[in-house]
């Protein structure tokens, strides 16, 4: 059975501590591993999708990477700005059905 | 240009009565699909259209849960005799194809009284 894990559930940092979160799946034939994030109140705004173990993708301080089992969001000097939930989803089937996990509430402090 | 819209932002409704949701995609996106994401869950899969192919309706819930999509554009879900279960934020994104990344919607908060 596909499952989609994501960790830690919830975190506070303070304004520029890096620190990254997990995305653990289990997906049979992957498509891409997508990351989202959504604000309260809001739906899922796409950040990235990345599509083979190895693979690395950057946008401002988020930078995502990709292995067979996992993903990582790592944050760099985190902002105030950044705080929201992030959504991890890898897709597979014959279109890009994704699995979402539960997201990391992310808060940063000033 | 335009993202994604979602009719009406927020619905109130008494348990029973039938309701309609509304999605517009994103101009010249094949694909579109429904979500819904219950207070404290992740988002779950509905029912996916890609252009004039058959849906995949695995995902919905129950027969009380339908989607149809127009013309490859507007797609309306409909939820008949409504429990107070079906109370969620309902979500629509579409892709330009069905490999692409999918573009979210605001989203319907539900609510069931």
């Known amino acids: 059975e596909d499952q989609v894990t994501q960790s830690p559930e919830a975190l506070r940092l303070q304004e520029g501590e890096s620190s990254s979160l997990n995305c653990s799946y289990t997906?049979?034939?992957?498509?891409?591993l997508f990351w989202y994030r959504q604000d309260p109140g809001k739906g899922p705004e796409f950040l990235f999708t990345?599509?083979?173990a190895g693979e690395e993708k950057e946008k401002e301080r988020l930078k995502a990477t990709l292995t067979k089992k996992e993903s990582f969001l790592h944050i760099t000097a985190p902002k105030p700005e950044d705080s929201a939930t992030y959504l991890c989803?890898?897709?597979?089937?014959?279109?890009?059905?994704?699995?979402f996990g539960a997201g990391t509430r992310l808060a940063v402090h000033p | 240009g335009a993202g994604v819209s979602q009719s009406p932002s927020n619905k109130v409704t008494e348990k029973g009565k039938d309701v309609e949701l509304r999605c517009d995609p994103i101009s010249g996106h094949t694909a579109l699909y429904w979500y819904r994401q219950s207070l404290g869950q992740g988002l779950e899969f509905l029912i996916y259209f890609q252009g004039n192919s058959a849906p995949d309706k695995s995902g919905l819930p129950s027969d009380r849960f339908s989607a149809e999509r127009t013309g490859g554009s507007v797609s309306t879900l409909t939820i008949q005799r409504t429990q107070q279960e079906d109370s969620a934020v309902y979500l629509c994104?579409?892709?330009?194809?069905?490999?692409?990344?999918?573009?979210f919607g605001p989203g319907t908060r539900l609510t069931v009284t």
């Open positions: 990345l599509y083979s």
């Open positions: 989803a890898p897709g597979s089937g014959g279109y890009n059905k994704l699995i």
């Open positions: 997906v049979s034939g992957l498509r891409g």
């Open positions: 994104a579409s892709s330009s194809g069905p490999l692409g990344e999918q573009y």
